[in-house]
């Protein structure tokens, strides 16, 4: 399509991380399939609120447009679409000069709108930074404040897409490709695991 030549999917707003783009229709085509048939690696790396329990696990609901506001969705139990994400705890950060946070990542294995945000949302625990699916959150007392003020100054929300691995479109051999987290959230990290 002119309008859109090779984005073969689409990554959030203020979310970092790798794109998967074609170079032809022929190649265009192939990816469509694998993301349509959910044989697409995608990991993402994430900073949420408070701890998961358990540490490791699956979200399989349904997604769907919220009736409440247009722009958003939502975990619903009778109409939307299977959405599928495996979360696993990476670190967990919390000591009297924190709140509680964790870095996880989660491994995708359907890729709905939202789906992650959603899904850690659901869970009770949303992305640092997340301005459309934030919980109210109490004022944290103790906080350092170098942590406090980064956390407060992220304008985007602790997202990023880490890893996709594909197969080459003509060739048929399997492509991975990683990539780091951008500065603002490294930085973010290292102050955590310092504390």
């Known amino acids: 399509n002119e309008l859109r030549p090779g984005i073969v999917h689409r990554i959030d707003k203020n979310t970092s991380g790798l794109v998967v783009i074609a170079k032809n229709n022929q190649a265009h085509e192939n990816l469509s399939a694998q993301f349509s048939k959910h044989e697409i690696i995608r990991v993402y790396k994430l900073l949420v609120w408070g701890k998961l329990r358990p540490s490791n696990g699956r979200v399989e609901t349904l997604i769907a447009r919220s009736k409440k506001n247009r722009q958003l969705m939502e975990v619903s139990y009778s109409r939307g679409k299977k959405a599928i994400t495996n979360y ?84 048929n051999t399997k492509l991975i490709f990683n990539s780091i987290l951008p500065h603002e959230l490294e930085k973010i990290v290292k102050m955590l695991k310092k504390a």
């Open 88 to 171: 696993k705890t990476i670190n967990v950060f919390e000591n009297k000069n924190t709140p509680t946070l964790s870095l996880l990542e989660c491994r995708l294995e359907t890729g709905r709108t939202h789906q992650i945000r959603v899904h850690m949302n659901y869970l009770g625990n949303s992305i640092v930074g997340d301005d459309k699916y934030k919980k109210k959150f109490k004022k944290i007392k103790n906080i350092d404040p170098l942590i406090e003020e980064n956390l407060i100054n992220l304008d985007r929300q602790f997202l990023h897409a880490k890893t996709i691995g594909f197969n080459h479109p003509k060739k």
